[in-house]
């Protein structure tokens, strides 16, 4: 498994459970000389990803990109898969796959997290997820034009009604033949929804694409009270080598949350 810590590039995003905020070439730095492998982009968009000369940052730096993120849509646009108007979905569509194709040129997913929505109002759950799955449908496909899966994010329920179990949306992604989408399972979310953290793990099994490295308080491994050996247990289990990636509270400080998250995935994945 490798290491990866969050670096926003969104500044409306500046109060969420990012670790680094001050700009790419700060986050880059402090990554690695802390040993990380990789850093995780929350960009403004997909111009402005392409803009920052990111693929030369990484380069110069010997890092890779683990993921890039797609919440400023909604934080700036208020934009989703769900939303009862036709257009706004559109626009949700045309800004999600903007970014797989930037992030996919370079060689990394992207994660429908925020940007999923919710079933409310005109938009009950029981017409907002088939719209759900024909994003993710067409998203997905989009993505692996790139040699990439699209990463789906379920949330806990006080952030959405759609999916907030992993067994849940591994059935959705299943039922509608979503074979170019994966899992994205955030342990912070999963303390929230789930029963047996291992146990979803493990039923998942090859769906889980990437993980989010974070506490049952948001903050860094081993900050808060989730017994962690289980989870990396059940992720040698099922043959998981992808990221351990710190999307947590820059918390007491940005250096001392990357610090205990590099720290915390060293103790418990050996390196």
Known sequence: M??????????EARQGPFVFHEGLDAGCRA????GF??????????AGLEGSGLARRLAAHGLTLAAVGSGAGWVKHKLHLCHPE???RAQAVSFIGELVDRAGELGAPVIVGSMQGRGEGAMAREQAIPLLAEALHALGDRAARHGQVLLYEPLNRYETN????????????KAHGLTTVKLLCDLFHMNIEEADMPAALIACGDLVGHIHWADSNRQAIGFGHTTVEPIVGALAQIGYHGYLS???????TPLAAARQSIESCRTFTKG
Do not use: K, W
């Open 2 to 11: 490798h290491s990866a810590v969050t670096v926003c590039l969104v500044p």
């Open 31 to 34: 990554a690695v000389e802390l």
């Open 37 to 46: 492998d990789g850093v995780e982009i929350f960009p403004e968009s997909a």
């Open 86 to 88: 036709s257009t706004v």
């Open 162 to 173: 759609l999916f907030n179990r992993q067994a849940d949306a591994a059935e959705c992604i």
């Open 246 to 252: 710190a999307e947590v509270f820059p918390f007491p």
